[in-house]
């Protein structure tokens, strides 16, 4: 289940087609709250700056927090695709378990109707000797 992080390297090729999952998911469900994140974040950055001077690491702060962000809305979507491939293979198994149980039914039936032939053979032959 480890793989199923947005920082491992098993990620590595998924990792833009789970950026493009998450740009979707804000830009259609929360683009008011990122507009006003990259405003306060905006603001911060400015108060940094004023803080810490032109020589401080000023402007990382708005970076680190939107890729911050961007890996846990990562590692939401990975959740979902865990959960969703768990029930695939859920569903697969027991399917698997319906086709096993559906044959065993069928076999059983057979075994029946062999025995229920088999007993009218015989009270059929009885009766053929009773006569």
Do not use: C
Request: net charge positive; no cysteine; glycine share 4%.
């Amino acid at each position: 289940m480890k793989q199923w992080q947005y920082g491992y390297n098993s990620v590595d090729k998924a990792r833009p087609y789970i950026n493009e999952i998450v740009k979707i998911y804000l830009d259609t469900y929360h683009k008011d709250d990122i507009r006003k994140l990259n405003e306060l974040l905006d603001e911060q950055v400015d108060i940094s700056k004023e803080l810490y001077g032109e020589g401080s690491n000023y402007k990382q702060y708005k970076k680190t927090k939107l890729d911050d962000l961007k890996k846990r809305m990562g590692n939401a979507v990975l959740t979902e695709m865990r959960e969703f491939a768990k029930m695939e293979r859920e569903d697969n198994y027991f399917a698997g378990s319906r086709r096993k149980l559906r044959k065993r039914r069928l076999d059983l039936d057979r075994i029946r109707r062999q025995r229920r032939l088999q007993h009218e053979r015989i009270r059929s032959e009885k009766e053929l000797l009773d006569h």
